[in-house]
């Protein structure tokens, strides 16, 4: 067990401001009268996702799908898989992809991929996190709450080996989960 407090990267009061600004132009760029596609990348988006979701103005829909992970690894070998397809039907619909974090850009690359062949009105792509000093695969990401440093961050729905997930804020541990 882990008994180490993560070392505080990105206060509660931070997020919660900022997750409240990308809310706001995230339902200031949603056509007016359409409905967005909210789909979250599980498991991380959790938190985010919920928070997120709740202070949009524009109307919203939630999906989930799963995609391969590192497992109990650190590091991402690029190959991603779909573990969990998403119910909804994304054909004709306005999506936005919401990731709890942008490592080397493979699995928003190949999400990006999949869901933009199946027909949406529009896709977008939404992180909470990204790893800017990591990225190997160019994907844009249109709203971003911040860059981070290549450490293993944990809270706000992110964990190390399945803990942390339910911190307030986002900090950083020396342990990995390899
Ligand atoms: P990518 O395909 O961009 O390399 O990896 C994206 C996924 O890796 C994220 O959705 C997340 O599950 C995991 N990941 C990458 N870096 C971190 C990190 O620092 N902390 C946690 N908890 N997950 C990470």
């Known amino acids: ?18 997750v409240s600004e990308l809310a706001r132009r995230i339902s200031e760029d949603c056509p007016a009268g359409e409905e967005l596609l909210l789909v ?6 959790f938190i985010f996702l919920a928070d997120l979701s709740r202070r949009l103005t524009a109307q919203a829909r939630i999906d989930f799908v799963a995609l391969s992970s590192y497992g109990q690894a650190t590091r991402t070998t690029g190959a991603v898989r779909l573990l969990m397809e998403p ?10 992809i919401v990731e709890d974090i942008v490592d080397t850009g493979h699995t928003l690359h190949y ?3 999949i869901l933009g062949a ?15 000093s990591r990225m190997e695969k160019k994907v844009t990401i249109d709203y971003l709450g ?5 450490r293993w961050v944990v809270g706000y729905g992110l964990d190390c080996a399945d ?14 989960p390899e």
């Open 146 to 150: 911040f860059d981070v440093p290549d």
């Open 1 to 18: 067990m882990p008994t180490t407090k993560p070392e505080l990267l990105i206060s509660e009061e931070s997020i919660q401001a900022r």
């Open 111 to 113: 999400l990006v991929g």
């Open 87 to 96: 119910r909804a039907d994304i054909e004709g619909k306005h999506v936005l």
């Open 163 to 176: 803990r942390y997930r339910g911190l307030p804020y986002i900090g950083v541990v020396n342990a990995s």
């Open 118 to 132: 199946r027909g949406p009105a529009s896709l977008k792509t939404c992180a909470l996190l990204r790893k800017p």
């Open 40 to 45: 979250g990348v599980l498991r991380g988006c």
